[in-house]
């Protein structure tokens, strides 16, 4: 059974940092790249960042480059965000996704909330 268990988010301040974690299982994690998506309320769901299977890839949305870093432990069967300098518009429910061909996972998302 397939599972993607994202956990780490929480209200924090403006220029405050977050570290959020996706946990898997049910499949062979490092022959996959992830993604960490975000949707804020009204909005469409976008991509925040990608990372390849090895990590030895990574992309960033325009709007968090600098700020927020991706990272996988394969050992561990975890990929991570680190997301820092938050900003209000980075409210948002974040996804974790598993990609590879055409086989493709979601998890069921944590909320960050940015906030004084």
Do not use: H
């Not at 570290?19 to 769901?45: D, H």
């Amino acid at each position: 059974q397939v599972q993607l268990v994202e956990s780490g988010g929480a209200l924090v301040q403006p220029g405050g940092s977050l570290r959020l974690s996706c946990a898997a299982s049910g499949f062979t994690f490092n022959m996959y790249a992830m993604s960490w998506y975000r949707q804020a309320p009204g909005k469409e769901r976008e991509l925040v960042a990608s990372i390849s299977s090895a990590g030895s890839n990574t992309n960033y949305a325009d709007s968090v480059l600098g700020r927020f870093t991706i990272s996988r432990d394969n050992a561990k069967n975890t990929v991570y965000l680190q997301m820092n300098s938050l900003k209000s518009e980075d409210t948002a429910v974040y996804y974790c996704k598993a990609r590879r061909s055409s086989s493709e996972y979601w998890g069921q998302g944590t909320q960050v909330t940015v906030s004084s």
